[in-house]
């Protein structure tokens, strides 16, 4: 029996599912731990995203790309795929384009 009540995208559940394998190759609890991280982390990042870009004028999709390079530059938060849901699902929370960091 599964504890989380928590509702984990499809989006992130598909962090854990390798080429060619239909499940993930973590448990329930371990991935619906990991997307709580990188869940809070995006809602954390509104506002500095907000802030940033009008306090220096920046399009939407520079704030977005420095952004993600901080979250690659601390490789002990989020790992690389994690960072590039956390940037895509902050875009959705400030209705910025979605598109995904180069």
Same mark, same amino acid.
């Given at each position: 029996m599964?504890?989380s009540?928590?509702?984990?995208?499809t989006s992130?559940m598909?962090?854990?599912?390798?080429?060619? *394998?239909?499940k993930?190759?973590?448990s329930?609890?371990?991935? #619906?731990?990991?997307? =709580?991280?990188?869940?809070?982390?995006a809602n954390?990042?509104t506002?500095?995203?907000q802030s940033?870009?009008?306090s220096q004028g920046?399009e939407t999709?520079?704030?977005?790309?420095r952004?993600? *390079?901080?979250l690659?530059?601390?490789?002990s938060a989020?790992? #690389?795929p994690e960072? =590039?849901?956390?940037?895509?699902?902050l875009?959705e929370?400030?209705?910025?384009?979605?598109?995904?960091?180069s």
């Amino acid at each position: 029996m599964c504890d989380s009540q928590i509702d984990i995208p499809t989006s992130f559940m598909a962090l854990f599912v390798r080429p060619g *394998q239909t499940k993930p190759s973590a448990s329930h609890q371990e991935v #619906a731990q990991r997307y =709580e991280i990188c869940e809070d982390m995006a809602n954390l990042l509104t506002e500095h995203a907000q802030s940033v870009q009008f306090s220096q004028g920046l399009e939407t999709h520079e704030v977005l790309a420095r952004c993600h *390079q901080a979250l690659l530059a601390d490789v002990s938060a989020v790992s #690389a795929p994690e960072a =590039e849901w956390v940037i895509r699902r902050l875009a959705e929370l400030l209705n910025w384009d979605t598109h995904a960091p180069s």
